[in-house]
């Protein structure tokens, strides 16, 4: 069974960071493109970062770039988004999700929600003083 299960959410004060995980089961994480999204209240779900199975390509939103990083650890089957520099705007729930189908699997341009196949449950993200 694929299981995507995210982790590290909170509340944080505008500036500063937290690192989210994502845990997955039930595949072979090297088989797999990641991407992490998120969604605001009454907004859609956006892609936030993506990187390829073995980790070559990587790509962000405009919007986080310099200040996110994702990264990935195949044979922990552990995906990791570092967040610095938080702002408001970047309040919502983040969820990763992974594409098990798609060649190739690089992520430039960013690729659409469409494009995954499974989903985690998502993990809040808020950043207020």
């Known amino acids: 069974q694929v299981k995507l299960v995210e982790s590290g959410g909170g509340l944080v004060q505008p500036g500063g960071s937290l690192v989210l995980y994502c845990e997955v089961s039930?595949?072979?994480?090297?088989?797999?493109?990641i991407g992490w999204f998120r969604q605001a209240p009454g907004k859609e779900r956006e892609g936030v970062a993506c990187?390829?199975?073995?980790?070559?390509?990587?790509n962000y939103l405009d919007s986080v770039k310099g200040r996110f990083r994702i990264s990935r650890d195949n044979a922990k089957s552990m995906v990791y988004l570092q967040a610095a520099d938080l702002k408001p705007e970047d309040t919502a729930v983040y969820y990763c999700?992974?594409?098990?189908?798609?060649?190739?699997?690089?992520?430039?341009?960013?690729?659409?929600?469409?494009?995954?196949?499974?989903w985690g449950q998502g993990t809040q993200v808020t950043v207020s003083s």
């Open positions: 999700a992974a594409d098990l189908g798609s060649y190739p699997a690089n992520c430039a341009p960013l690729p659409q929600k469409g494009h995954f196949n499974y």
């Open positions: 990187i390829s199975p073995n980790g070559s390509s990587r």
């Open positions: 039930g595949f072979a994480l090297n088989y797999a493109r």
